[in-house]
């Protein structure tokens, strides 16, 4: 992409998509400022993005070229029962940041989720209707459309259920599995399917986007876009895949063909992404596989 280094502030740099940004950004060269709260480091910033003013002069004290907004609660479950926070977590900061980056000349992208879809007629496309089926969703989807009206060179990335280096299994939906692999027992959803993505290749593309939009009169990557891995999996399929990894017998794992009574918020059966928009831009959709990346990180 662009050779410019370019200066990019990242929220929510203490998660499991925000590392992976940073990762990825700084090893491109770029100049990179991370921010968090209940996780803060020494190398990141503390910055409560509830605190309109804190964050107001955060921002134009760094004067960033470009915003990467990961910071979000992404647990269905949770985001049910805490909706007052999440809500304006997910829904109204995505706008005062899309307002202060537009202020500032910056490029802003906004990570949403699958989580927008009904799972009723996958594969969606940007240009389809959104129809979410819990408070999260409904959420992340109010986010997307207050960016929309604050900035209209912004861009909201949706992405479906993501893994990678955790620091806890708890971070990933998806690491979380490996914990029931080893455990040998347990009922494990064999019907409803996923694409699993890996957090380093949703921040290759959002450093893409980034290096192609900054400093780009008019020609920034705006608007609504997918990015998604194509391999099918139901959670029991990656299941096996962890298994034959590790070398387990998976046998005590009982697989459910029917649909999953949700302890709280209903998923979606289906939310299968389409990237067709995102390749039409020039941007790579590449994606590693599944059981590639697994053998790697399990057998390090």
């Not at 998509?17 to 803060?40: C, D, P, Q």
Request: hydrophobic residues 40%; charged residues 25%.
């Amino acid at each position: 992409m662009g050779s410019d280094k370019i200066k990019i502030v990242v929220t929510g740099a203490s998660g499991l998509l925000g590392r992976a940004v940073v990762k990825e950004a700084e090893a491109r060269g770029h100049t990179v400022i991370g921010t968090a709260f209940s996780r803060a480091t020494a190398k990141l910033a503390k910055l409560d993005l509830s605190d309109a003013s804190a964050v107001s002069s955060f921002l134009r004290e760094h004067k960033p070229q470009a915003i990467i907004h990961c910071a979000a609660e992404k647990r269905p479950d949770v985001a049910e029962q805490n909706q007052a926070a999440v809500e304006q977590l997910n829904s109204q900061v995505p706008g005062r940041l899309a307002r202060e980056a537009d202020a500032l000349g910056a490029y802003f992208v906004y990570i949403s989720t699958d989580y927008v879809f009904d799972g009723t007629r996958p594969p969606y496309e940007v240009s389809d209707t959104p129809n979410p089926l819990n408070f999260y969703g409904r959420t992340k989807l109010a986010g997307e459309q207050a960016v929309r009206e604050a900035s209209d060179r912004a861009a909201i990335l949706r992405v479906p259920v993501l893994y990678g280096e955790a620091e806890t299994p708890q971070e990933s939906a998806v690491n979380l599995l490996v914990d029931l692999v080893r455990s040998s027992s347990g009922k494990v959803d064999a019907l409803q399917p996923r694409f699993p993505t890996c957090t380093d290749d949703v921040a290759h593309v959002l450093v893409d986007m980034c290096e192609v939009s900054v400093g780009s009169a008019g020609e920034a990557i705006s608007g609504v876009f997918h990015f998604s891995a194509k391999e099918e999996l139901t959670k029991y399929q990656m299941c096996q895949v962890f298994a034959r990894i590790l070398k387990i017998d998976d046998s005590g794992l009982v697989p459910i063909t029917e649909k999953p009574q949700e302890p709280v918020a209903t998923r979606p059966d289906n939310c299968q992404l389409s990237t067709e928009a995102l390749e039409e831009v020039g941007i790579s959709v590449h994606c590693v596989p599944f059981s590639e990346w697994w053998t790697r990180y399990l057998q390090a």
